[in-house]
């Protein structure tokens, strides 16, 4: 699917929301990099997936760490 729309800009979704653990930066920069795969880096625009504002903070907290972390790496 992604290769479709590789003119655009894709929000890929590398949190899982419904898990009710963090994600390790690792894990997220390997999500990230399948990514890369098929979209250049200017295209692409690491998120968490949709239903961020129903976590509760001290979960919502570190997933956007790892979010960041695993972008970092």
């Known amino acids: 699917v992604l290769k479709e729309l590789t003119p ?15 994600e390790t930066p690792e894990v997220v920069a390997d999500r990230i990099r399948h990514g890369l795969k098929v979209l250049p880096p200017d295209r692409l625009i690491p998120a968490p997936d949709c239903r961020m504002k129903y ?19």
């Open 8 to 22: 655009k800009k894709i929000l890929l979704g590398v949190i899982d929301l419904s898990s009710k653990t963090a």
């Open 55 to 73: 976590l509760p903070r001290q979960l919502a907290f570190p997933k956007l760490k790892a979010l960041a972390d695993g972008a970092a790496i």
